[in-house]
C-alpha cells in the first residue's frame, strides 16, 4: 500500500500489482531498469509472461532458463558482451567464439556456472535489461519509429532480426500467414504460430495482437499500438470499425471520449465485456464479441 505523503492533498491508496511478487526478484528487476534505462514495468511484464516470476524456470522442451527464459546461446552471447559491466568479468573471459561467430566455453564446468546465473535473478534481470535495449535500438531503426512493449518483446522472442520482419509484415499485411514469413520460428515455437485447437496457421496480426494483449495486461503502451496497428492498409482484416458501446456501456465515455484507432478501441471492447461478465452487468445478447476472439498466446521459448 501507498500513501500520498502530501499533506495538502487528499489522502490515497493504492495497491502495487506487484505485492504477491518475491521483493528480492522486484528489487533486482528495479534495479535492472534504473541500470539499463529500460522501462521498469516493461521488465516486469516480461518476466511474468515468460517464466511468472519463478528465478529458476526452466522449458521442458528446450534450453530456456531463468527469470528471462535466456537459452543458452543467447546468455553466452550476454554475457560475454555485458559480463564486465557486472561484476562477473572473469567468467566473461572464458567465452569464446567458433568460426561461426557463436559464443563457445571450453570447460564444461565453467559453461555450467555461467549459464546456471540465469537463476541469478540480479544478473538475468540486468542482461534482460541490456538486451531489451539492443533489441529496442535495432528495431527502431529498422521500422523507424518507436518501439512500444510489444515490439520488445517480440524481439525478445524472435531476436531483433526476425521482430523486425514479422512487424514489417504486420504493417504490410496482417492477414498473412506468420509461419509463411518465419518458418523456422514455427517450427520451433507450434504452440505460437499455430492455433492450438485446430491447427490452423495464425496469422501475423493475430500473433501480434495476442502478444500485445499480453503485455498491455501489465502496462498499456497506446502509443505503439495504436501507430502499429493504425498504420496498416484499410484492406487489413484488423481494421474494421469497432463500436464505441457496450450496450449501456459506453467506452468512449470511459476513455475520455479520446479518439483511439478501430484496433485499439476493439481490445478496449474486449477488456470491457468481460469486466461486464464479471459483474453480470450484461445481458448474453450484449456479450457478444465486437470482433474475432483473441486467441490466448502461451509463450513457448526459443529452442537452443
Known amino acids: 500500500m501507498s500513501i500520498s505523503n502530501n499533506p495538502g492533498s487528499p489522502r490515497t491508496e493504492t495497491t502495487t500489482p506487484y505485492q504477491n511478487v518475491d521483493p528480492s526478484v522486484v528489487g533486482s528487476i528495479r534495479q535492472a531498469s534504473q541500470a539499463t534505462n529500460v522501462d521498469f514495468n516493461y521488465l516486469m511484464a516480461q518476466a511474468k509472461q515468460e517464466s511468472g516470476f519463478q528465478p529458476d524456470a526452466k522449458a521442458s522442451n528446450s534450453s530456456a532458463t531463468g527469470l528471462f527464459q535466456f537459452i543458452d546461446s543467447t546468455w553466452l552471447d550476454m554475457v560475454s558482451r555485458h559480463g564486465q559491466k557486472y561484476g562477473i568479468g572473469e567468467l566473461a573471459g572464458q567465452i569464446d567464439r567458433d568460426a561461426g561467430g557463436k559464443p563457445k566455453v571450453a570447460d564444461p564446468s565453467v559453461k555450467k556456472e555461467i549459464l546456471d546465473l540465469r537463476k541469478d535473478p540480479r544478473i538475468s534481470s540486468l542482461l534482460?535489461?541490456?538486451?531489451?535495449?539492443?533489441?529496442?535500438?535495432?528495431?527502431?531503426?529498422?521500422?523507424?519509429?518507436?518501439?512500444?512493449?510489444?515490439?520488445?518483446?517480440?524481439?525478445?522472442?524472435?531476436?531483433?532480426?526476425?521482430?523486425?520482419?514479422?512487424?514489417?509484415?504486420?504493417?504490410?499485411?496482417?492477414?498473412?500467414?506468420?509461419?509463411?514469413?518465419?518458418?523456422?520460428?514455427?517450427?520451433?515455437?507450434?504452440?505460437?504460430?499455430?492455433?492450438?485447437?485446430?491447427?490452423?496457421?495464425?496469422?501475423?496480426?493475430?500473433?501480434?495482437?495476442?502478444?500485445?494483449?499480453?503485455?498491455?495486461?501489465?502496462?498499456?503502451?497506446?502509443?505503439?499500438?495504436?501507430?502499429?496497428?493504425?498504420?496498416?492498409?484499410?484492406?487489413?482484416?484488423?481494421?474494421?470499425?469497432?463500436?464505441?458501446?457496450?450496450?449501456?456501456?459506453?467506452?468512449?465515455?470511459?476513455?475520455?471520449?479520446?479518439?483511439?484507432?478501430?484496433?485499439?478501441?476493439?481490445?478496449?471492447?474486449?477488456?470491457?465485456?468481460?469486466?461486464?461478465?464479471?459483474?453480470?452487468?450484461?445481458?448474453?445478447?450484449?456479450?457478444?464479441?465486437?470482433?474475432?476472439?483473441?486467441?490466448?498466446?502461451?509463450?513457448?521459448?526459443?529452442?537452443?
Open 128 to 304: 534482460a535489461g541490456e538486451y531489451a535495449k539492443a533489441n529496442k535500438t535495432e528495431v527502431e531503426h529498422a521500422l523507424g519509429r518507436p518501439a512500444g512493449k510489444a515490439d520488445l518483446y517480440m524481439a525478445h522472442f524472435l531476436g531483433a532480426g526476425g521482430a523486425t520482419e514479422f512487424l514489417k509484415q504486420v504493417r504490410k499485411d496482417g492477414g498473412a500467414v506468420a509461419a509463411d514469413i518465419l518458418p523456422d520460428a514455427a517450427a520451433a515455437n507450434k504452440n505460437v504460430f499455430y492455433d492450438r485447437k485446430t491447427g490452423e496457421p495464425r496469422t501475423v496480426a493475430d500473433i501480434y495482437k495476442s502478444f500485445a494483449q499480453r503485455m498491455e495486461r501489465s502496462g498499456p503502451d497506446l502509443p505503439s499500438m495504436a501507430s502499429i496497428m493504425s498504420a496498416r492498409p484499410s484492406s487489413s482484416p484488423l481494421d474494421e470499425a469497432a463500436p464505441s458501446t457496450i450496450g449501456s456501456f459506453d467506452v468512449a465515455k470511459a476513455l475520455g471520449n479520446r479518439k483511439l484507432s478501430a484496433p485499439v478501441m476493439a481490445m478496449f471492447n474486449v477488456l470491457a465485456l468481460s469486466a461486464l461478465k464479471l459483474v453480470g452487468g450484461g445481458s448474453e445478447a450484449e456479450a457478444q464479441p465486437l470482433s474475432p476472439p483473441q486467441r490466448e498466446l502461451r509463450h513457448d521459448p526459443r529452442t537452443a
